[in-house]
């Protein structure tokens, strides 16, 4: 298992390898310069260096081009995203542990409510993000800034901060001038989005499997079960990894949708008149002869992912025409 952290503050790296090593993992870290001011680049390449004497494998990406003008932190973000991933394509790896901790979410909580979220942006960051491919894991947000500073100053180990992180030019850190938070997270990693991700979990363990094809197949009567809410975060949760886009559907598509999969069906001849689309992703209603019961195929759309996998002809059709797109 080969693990890859991805480090713009070098403070978690030490951390993030003891707990990859302590599940058998190996870890490469990934050091991001956004190039976004002078010393960007040295700072860097001392991460690498501090990285590598305590044995664990750096390389640094570099965001190069023109940097907009406004909008500069969410490009960086976008930008930074990219290049982790490319590199993680290039190195096969699946596991990228990123390492926001429990004071960053507290921050994120914080600023989400000042922009009036809703539930959703107020239960935090999650833990794990699948995505078409790599994996996002989040391994320290229980974990405060202080315990991950003391761990660092009992082992003798050394590290960075990067100044960005008091740069008033970005929200993130006006946030954290006003008013430091702690770990102000309700519950700390017992908190809102943990819940919610174990509610998630146990929802797709009852209604979700896969095909050796990559398709996800939905129990239609499982899916019913859930209640609203749950059905549209687990069907965002689905066409997240099978589409293989950035971001989940909006809500109100995810919950149009959802609807749509827990609506009663009308046995037609063919299966097609109730496929739809929805976050590059396909969606089918079929039935299985052996049981009579109701599945929902999900596989990326045509001319996506390049990959075109097929509804197999065991699954009968069933439906009524409507709507064919929803995104």
């Known amino acids: 298992m080969r693990l890859t952290p991805e480090h713009d503050r070098p403070i978690d790296a030490a951390t993030t390898h003891d707990w990859a090593a302590a599940r058998g993992g190996r870890v490469v870290a990934l050091i991001v310069d956004h190039g976004l001011r002078s010393g960007s680049g040295e ?22 081009g023109t940097k907009p003008r406004s909008g500069l932190q969410a490009a960086a973000r976008t930008e930074r995203y990219r290049l982790l991933s490319d590199e993680c394509r290039r190195g096969g790896l699946l596991h990228l542990l990123l390492a926001h901790h429990a004071d960053d979410q ?3 909580v914080t600023m989400r409510a000042a922009r009036g979220s809703g539930p959703d942006g107020l239960a935090g960051m999650a833990a794990l993000v699948e995505r078409a491919d790599v994996r996002l894991l989040r391994p320290l947000l229980g974990v405060p800034r202080a315990r991950l500073t003391a761990t660092l100053l009992a ?55 896969f095909d050796q094809a990559g398709r996800a197949i939905i129990d239609q009567a499982g899916f019913c079960r859930l209640d609203e809410g749950l059905q549209a975060k687990l069907l965002s949760r689905v066409v997240l990894a099978i589409g293989g886009r950035d971001h989940a559907p909006r809500r109100d598509r995810a919950e149009r949708a959802a609807r749509r999969l827990a609506a009663p069906a009308a046995h037609g001849k063919s299966g097609k008149a109730q496929d739809f689309t929805l976050s590059a992703c396909r969606l089918a209603l079929r039935q299985v002869p052996s049981t009579c019961r109701l599945r929902w195929i999900v596989w990326p759309e045509s001319g996506r992912n390049g990959r075109q996998p097929l509804v197999p002809a065991e699954f009968f059709a069933c439906g009524r025409p409507a709507a064919s797109h929803l995104d």
């Open 43 to 64: 700072e860097a390449a001392a991460t690498s260096v501090l990285l590598e004497s305590l044995g664990i494998a750096a390389v640094v990406l570099r965001w190069s």
């Open 155 to 209: 082992r003798g180990v050394p590290w960075i901060d990067d100044p960005s992180n008091a740069d008033l030019r970005f929200e993130r850190a006006r946030f954290r001038a006003a008013a430091p938070l702690g770990t102000a997270v309700p519950g700390g990693e017992y908190g809102l989005r943990a819940l919610d991700e174990r509610r998630l979990a146990q929802a797709a363990v009852e209604t979700l499997e």
């Open 106 to 108: 507290a921050e994120t």
